[in-house]
């Protein structure tokens, strides 16, 4: 990439992805959450193929095709589908968001296991930073009731860890070469494959039709699942896993911000000292990434 947009894409996409738990506050009183994802994936992949056509992209071969799928199964459904189901169980946001929040410093491991990416002193202090920096963050903004916890909540949470994790690793390892556009395609596709039997066994397919359920879903495909998804896959791409991944630490502060403006929630001391120090860890992971590169 180059110094400009090194320094537009990670901004830009912290902030798009940021909007996704803005956007599930919107959208899951009227509809469930695996109808939800389905809806949106499905028409996510009718837009990439459109754009694909528009743009006459190359699509991958057959074993490209299968690899992208199976990482849009991770991405889009294991993920995105553990946090929205843990979260309709009565798993607190906070809670579900610290789960995930590890999702980097497990990435990074994976990504020194797998991929032979050194993992460096002050990289190690960074993951540390990033992560009591998303809890101080989470724990600062949220009242967690301990009492809300299942078995079945935490399990949700776990798959959806590893399917961040394995997603970015497996695009990194084996999707070098994949078209960007039409890859994102097969993901999508698989994605949506992944979700059929999830709403057909666990919903009703219940909706109530209202502004706010229309423009939550218009912004998961435009903004979500398009723009911010092509600027991950764009970064995953072009630098290295656990300096992609420790920009995840940034998007609950990101996201206090947001609900401030948009719902008046203040932020305390505590949450101010773990946005503090994400941005540190970020900072420490991507300087020492940079370095080696």
């Known amino acids: 990439m180059s110094s400009r947009l090194t320094q537009i894409v990670p901004i830009l996409f912290v902030w798009i992805w940021s909007t996704g738990f803005i956007n599930a506050k919107y959208a ?3 509809i469930e959450p695996f109808y939800f994802l389905l809806i949106r994936m499905v028409l996510a992949a009718l837009a990439f193929l459109i754009l694909i056509i528009v743009l006459k992209k190359r699509w991958p071969n057959r074993n490209q095709a299968f690899m992208q ?8 459904s294991v993920y995105l589908g553990g946090v929205f189901y843990a979260v309709h169980l009565g798993m607190p946001a906070g809670i579900s968001s610290i789960f995930v929040g590890l999702h980097p410093a497990l990435t990074a491991l994976l990504g020194f296991m797998f991929l032979s990416q050194k993992l460096r002193l002050l990289q190690s202090f960074g993951l540390a930073f990033g992560f009591i920096g998303i809890s101080l963050v989470v724990l600062g903004s949220n009242n967690i009731d301990g009492s809300a916890l299942s078995t079945l909540g935490l399990m949700a949470c776990i798959l959806s860890l590893i399917g961040i994790s394995m997603s970015g690793i497996l695009q990194k390892f084996y999707a070098q070469n994949v078209p960007l556009v039409s890859g994102t395609f097969y993901q999508y596709l698989g994605g949506s494959l992944a979700l059929v039997p999830m709403t057909l066994l666990l919903e009703d397919h219940q909706v109530i039709m209202t502004f706010e359920l229309v423009a939550a879903m218009v912004w998961s495909v435009l903004a979500l699942s398009v723009g911010a998804i092509l600027l991950l896959m764009f970064m995953i791409r072009e630098g290295e896993v656990a300096k992609v991944a420790s920009y995840f630490y940034l998007v ?3 996201t206090v911000i947001q609900t401030y403006f948009l ?7 505590v949450a101010i000292t773990g946005c503090i120090l994400a941005v540190l860890g970020v900072y420490l992971v991507a300087k020492q990434s940079a370095k080696a590169s």
């Open 263 to 269: 719902f008046g929630e203040t932020l305390g001391l």
């Open 252 to 254: 609950p502060p990101v």
């Open 69 to 76: 799928m199976v990482i849009g199964v991770l991405l889009h």
């Open 28 to 30: 899951l009183p009227y």
